[in-house]
């Protein structure tokens, strides 16, 4: 049996148009919201995730800012940035583009960024916030657009085991407090294992939900996977294939090809939870200007 196929496509944009409509609605009644990325240096992966967070905001009617700072830039340099940003009446959210450089303290930068304004939610007050039910949590956006993912095409997450492969900061462990809030999108049982666990083909093995992020190309196997489960992969890989025009492809955290044989549902890569993670940052970007009153 084929997996159904959870397209990422057609949930990111009618999230996208729900916010598109608040967005001129503020527009009409004062100004945009506004959204500010800071990325520093030239990874080639991090360039092209901002240049498309900064082509949705505008095309969702925001105000959008891109400031660009060089690889040799100080610490003193990027938290001038960040503070400068805190105050700007414009920037009502931003983030600063992950990884930085190694010179660079990065939890230092992440603290300095006002809770308020922060859309990514990576700041403690937000993590803090998330962990106990607190609605003005900024939730960081790609467990966020998952759980949207999981509401929107009707898998049900009360009373399912959940079961998260990789703990970490940005999907891993957010992922499990909204997993394990009380309310749609949430009830479940969850389990979060890594690359310390004990059998963890037999933990994967007891979900009803499996979201797979720990950043190695195609290590979830078909063997992994009960019969009928959820899959959704939230990694993305650039392996080597010379057969490819650009010398590589694209590939997820989970063996897509064997493993939809056995899942019930399964997401795609590209074209699953990447598109949701920018839909959900748009929706941030609303609720941190709903949040500080539209001003
Ligand atoms: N790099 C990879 N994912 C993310 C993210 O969600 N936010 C930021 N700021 N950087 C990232």
Redesign the pocket.
């Given at each position: 049996m084929s997996a159904r196929i959870l397209d990422g496509v057609p949930l990111a944009d009618a999230i996208r148009a729900e916010v598109g409509a608040e967005v001129q609605r503020h527009r009409a009644g004062g100004r945009a919201p506004g959204l500010a990325v800071v990325i520093v240096g030239e990874n080639p992966a991090?360039q092209v995730?901002v240049r498309a967070k900064g082509k949705a905001c505008e095309e969702a009617g925001m105000h959008s800012e891109t400031v660009r700072l060089p690889e040799a830039v100080t610490e003193a340099e990027l938290l001038a940035t960040v503070e400068r940003l805190n105050r700007d009446p414009r920037i009502d959210g931003f983030?600063?583009?992950?990884?930085l450089p190694k010179h660079i303290n990065g939890e230092r930068v992440l603290n300095a960024v006002d809770p308020a304004k922060d859309v990514?939610g990576f700041h403690p007050v937000n993590v803090g916030k998330l962990s106990i039910g607190d609605p003005t949590a900024l939730k960081?956006?790609?467990p966020f657009g998952v759980q949207q993912m999981l509401i929107r095409s009707g898998i049900e997450t009360r009373g399912a085991n959940a079961v998260i492969l990789g703990r970490s900061n940005?999907v891993g462990k957010p992922m499990a407090s909204l997993l394990i809030q009380q309310g749609e999108g949430g009830d479940a049982t969850v389990t979060i294992c890594h690359s310390k666990s004990r059998d963890l083909p037999g933990i994967c093995r007891t979900a009803d939900i499996l979201i797979v992020a720990i950043g190695r190309p195609e290590f979830v196997t078909a063997d992994m996977v009960r019969p009928g489960a959820t899959v959704i992969d939230v990694g993305i890989n650039r392996v080597d294939d010379p057969s490819q025009p650009k010398g590589y492809r694209i590939v997820g955290d989970v063996a897509y090809g064997p493993v939809s044989e056995v899942a019930g549902a399964i997401t795609p890569v590209p074209g699953g939870v990447g598109r949701m993670?920018i839909a959900m940052l748009l929706q941030n970007t609303l609720q941190a200007f709903e949040q500080a009153g539209g001003r």
């Amino acid at each position: 049996m084929s997996a159904r196929i959870l397209d990422g496509v057609p949930l990111a944009d009618a999230i996208r148009a729900e916010v598109g409509a608040e967005v001129q609605r503020h527009r009409a009644g004062g100004r945009a919201p506004g959204l500010a990325v800071v990325i520093v240096g030239e990874n080639p992966a991090s360039q092209v995730y901002v240049r498309a967070k900064g082509k949705a905001c505008e095309e969702a009617g925001m105000h959008s800012e891109t400031v660009r700072l060089p690889e040799a830039v100080t610490e003193a340099e990027l938290l001038a940035t960040v503070e400068r940003l805190n105050r700007d009446p414009r920037i009502d959210g931003f983030l600063v583009q992950l990884p930085l450089p190694k010179h660079i303290n990065g939890e230092r930068v992440l603290n300095a960024v006002d809770p308020a304004k922060d859309v990514d939610g990576f700041h403690p007050v937000n993590v803090g916030k998330l962990s106990i039910g607190d609605p003005t949590a900024l939730k960081p956006a790609t467990p966020f657009g998952v759980q949207q993912m999981l509401i929107r095409s009707g898998i049900e997450t009360r009373g399912a085991n959940a079961v998260i492969l990789g703990r970490s900061n940005i999907v891993g462990k957010p992922m499990a407090s909204l997993l394990i809030q009380q309310g749609e999108g949430g009830d479940a049982t969850v389990t979060i294992c890594h690359s310390k666990s004990r059998d963890l083909p037999g933990i994967c093995r007891t979900a009803d939900i499996l979201i797979v992020a720990i950043g190695r190309p195609e290590f979830v196997t078909a063997d992994m996977v009960r019969p009928g489960a959820t899959v959704i992969d939230v990694g993305i890989n650039r392996v080597d294939d010379p057969s490819q025009p650009k010398g590589y492809r694209i590939v997820g955290d989970v063996a897509y090809g064997p493993v939809s044989e056995v899942a019930g549902a399964i997401t795609p890569v590209p074209g699953g939870v990447g598109r949701m993670t920018i839909a959900m940052l748009l929706q941030n970007t609303l609720q941190a200007f709903e949040q500080a009153g539209g001003r």
